[in-house]
């Protein structure tokens, strides 16, 4: 059964910072999920990414599938950014119906 | 954009009662999901469902829980009798694929008193 450790658990930064969090997970997978979470608790996906690098406007996801290792970066960080982030991966393998195992979440804010 | 829709959006019940959480997944998706975010706490797989039967489910998923597709569009997820410790957020998700990105709705918030 995968385990997801996320750091930092909490990041506070100033508008305009280049942001870095990351993410390990313990059993081989096929794919990794970037969420995130506002306030209101809704969570939406950001990036889902099985290699190399996925970007989306000023996000940017990579994966080392070979550490288990994954980073969310956010360039030129805005305070509408402030959200908690979250990394998930497959249960197990990442085959069928496979649930996901969640971080704990970095809980992100970015000051004007 | 599609989305995923889950009622109501707020719930309080009390303890011994039962609740149906209700969500419509997206029209052309086949897999489903629920998860629960106790508060403060990270979120946590409860079943998933495919193909009118439950796929995979976690330790969390006891008898107390059961969840049906009653017709070709909800996704229910029923607790029997509800504990105050089943107080959460209970989010739905659909995927076309298995392990294909998942989109959630903005959950129902279970209060138990």
């Known amino acids: 059964k995968n385990e997801v450790e996320q750091s930092p658990q909490n990041l506070t930064a100033q508008e305009g910072e280049f942001i870095t969090i990351n993410c390990s997970y313990s059993?081989?997978?096929?794919?990794l999920h970037w969420l995130q979470q506002h306030p209101g608790g809704g969570i939406v996906s950001l990036f889902m990414?099985?290699?190399g690098k996925k970007k989306h406007g000023r996000l940017i996801a990579t994966i080392n599938i070979q550490e288990k290792h994954s980073s969310l970066h956010i360039t030129a960080s805005h305070p509408r950014d402030s959200a908690v982030y979250i990394c998930?991966?497959?249960?197990?393998?990442?085959?069928?119906?496979?649930?996901?195992?969640f971080g704990k979440g970095t809980h992100l804010i970015i000051q004007p | 954009e599609p989305e995923v829709t889950q009622t109501p959006s707020h719930q309080v019940t009390q303890m011994g009662q039962e609740v149906i959480l209700r969500c419509v997944p997206i029209?052309?998706?086949?897999?489903f999901y629920w998860y629960r975010q106790i508060l403060g706490q990270k979120v946590e797989f409860l079943v998933s469902?495919?193909?009118?039967?439950?796929?995979?489910k976690s330790e969390i998923f006891d008898d107390q829980f059961s969840v049906e597709r009653p017709d070709g569009s909800n996704f229910t997820l029923k607790i029997r009798s509800t504990k105050l410790e089943d107080s959460a957020m209970y989010f739905c998700?659909?995927?076309?694929?298995?392990?294909?990105?998942?989109?959630f709705g903005q959950g129902t918030r279970l209060t138990v008193v």
């Open positions: 998930a991966a497959p249960l197990y393998s990442g085959g069928g119906a496979d649930g996901l195992t």
């Open positions: 059993v081989g997978i096929s794919a």
């Open positions: 998700a659909s995927s076309v694929e298995g392990n294909t990105e998942a989109f």
């Open positions: 469902f495919y193909n009118n039967e439950i796929s995979e």
């Open positions: 029209s052309n998706h086949l897999y």
């Open positions: 990414l099985s290699s």
